[in-house]
């Protein structure tokens, strides 16, 4: 089968152009699989704008999306192949076509490059799978603030630079995290508006000459808007993927610290928490071993959808306008990161439901230094002392602190956002507003 770039005196035989189309080609054919259901619909609003431009007749109209449909039905039971030699998903759903239909399959081509097309399915596939981590991490984000509805009363030491700084409780700690996750759900609309622009029709970036409606093809494909500029679709490539994998990057980083969070806590030093079986795996050669494995691979996991942040920033530098083969490996960091932070949010709805807080261990660790601000509060609220002069008092005299029952503690903390009054309530309702 001919590519659609191939011209009919193509020699393309030697063992060089082989070894060349390898490389070329590299892994792209087996990324588009994921992609065809996109491309597909958009060659269906496709060849609707070139009946509408009179470039198809209704009956050639009908035909060619059937057979866009047909592959459709294919490709969901395994049936639909886009080998190494078809190049893409482009190539291998109209050498369908065109077996299916002669000279008419190739017709649907008109008005378009696969530079249109390959960006119209990508930004097809961002937005539906932005929409499926938003929706997996409103769960992530739900999941812990039950969890610390279940926990309110249980207090927790609060640690700077790793050392013991306040009381703090097992609510607020989930809750931050819940909290965080809510920021950076709220935040998507920036990188949502990059994506939602269609480029079909810029065709390789230029426009085209027949009579298509741009305007008629956004509506129909769901974009909020067409790119308006047919150069500012190739110049968006790789520029929109960056920011969106950044997007995903930031995301993954706070179930990064949730998961460092739960590996130092799970410990022996620590003890705060116990960490279900299920969650955990044993050493080859120490018996008594039980490793945070989950844990530790979800931060693992940050690790790579930030390599693909990387990637992609050193990927479009020093790109002038227009297409450039190197766009050609957006692709694969798109996809992966995706496939990486719904793997990593589920994860992490894993953990946190593996997690039984150790309240006497808790409890102890609650020691009298977490109440030394405290005391100095005291000075200043019951003998007018300035701040620095209670500090002092305090700093010189730790014996002093006078010791303290959390759950007494937790009635002094009145604010929202203390250990006392974490606010649970009010990131449901938060959240309650983006579901």
Not at 10 to 27: H, I, P, Q, W
Request: with cysteine.
């Amino acid at each position: 089968m001919s590519k659609l770039w191939e011209k009919s005196t193509d020699k393309r035989s030697s063992g060089l152009a082989k070894k060349v189309e390898a490389f070329t080609v590299g892994n792209d054919y087996f990324l588009d699989r994921v992609l065809v259901p996109y491309d597909l619909a958009a060659s269906a609003v496709h060849a609707g704008a070139l009946k509408f431009a009179g470039i198809l007749t209704e009956e050639e109209y009908l035909l060619l999306t059937n057979g866009l449909e047909d592959i459709l039905k294919a490709w969901n039971e395994g049936a639909f192949e886009i080998r190494p030699e078809d190049e893409d998903m482009h190539t291998a759903i109209e050498n369908v076509l065109t077996e299916k239909y002669g000279e008419l399959g190739k017709k649907i081509h008109a008005g378009r490059s696969r530079n249109d097309q390959v960006l119209t399915a990508v930004r097809l596939y961002e937005k539906e799978k932005l929409n499926e981590v938003l929706g997996s991490a409103i769960e992530t984000a739900e999941l812990l603030i039950d969890f610390a509805e279940k926990h309110k009363t249980l207090p927790m030491p609060g640690f700077t630079h790793t050392r013991k700084a306040m009381l703090s409780s097992v609510a607020l700690w989930a809750g931050g995290y819940a909290e965080l996750l809510i920021m950076q759900i709220k935040a998507a609309e920036g990188v949502r508006s990059l994506v939602d622009r269609s480029p079909l029709g810029t065709a390789a970036g230029f426009g085209t000459t027949f009579s298509i409606n741009r305007e008629l093809e956004t509506e129909k494909l769901g974009f909020e808007q067409p790119i308006i500029c047919a150069t500012t679709a190739q110049l968006s490539r790789g520029w929109v993927e960056l920011q969106l994998v950044q997007y995903l990057s930031a995301l993954s980083a706070v179930i990064n610290r949730l998961a460092s969070d739960v590996i130092l806590y799970s410990s022996e030093a620590y003890g705060f928490f116990d960490l279900d079986e299920a969650v955990c795996t044993g050493s080859s050669i120490m018996p008594q071993k039980k490793n945070p494995d989950l844990a530790e691979l979800m931060r693992a996991r940050h690790s790579q959808i930030a390599g693909h942040a990387s990637a992609l920033q050193i990927l479009i530098t020093n790109l002038g306008s227009g297409y450039h083969r190197d766009l050609q490996l957006t692709k694969e960091p798109i996809i992966q990161s995706f496939e990486s932070i719904l793997d990593l949010l589920e994860a992490a709805r894993w953990l946190i439901s593996s997690i039984t807080p150790q309240s006497e261990n808790l409890m102890k660790a609650c020691t009298r230094e977490l109440f030394a601000a405290e005391a100095a509060n005291r000075l200043v609220k019951d003998e007018g002392m300035s701040f620095r002069e209670a500090y002092r008092v305090i700093k010189e005299n730790p014996d002093s602190i006078p010791a303290q029952s959390p759950e007494e503690m937790f009635k002094e903390y009145s604010h929202l956002g203390s250990p006392g009054n974490p606010g649970l309530s009010l990131l449901r309702q938060e959240l309650a507003k983006l579901a």
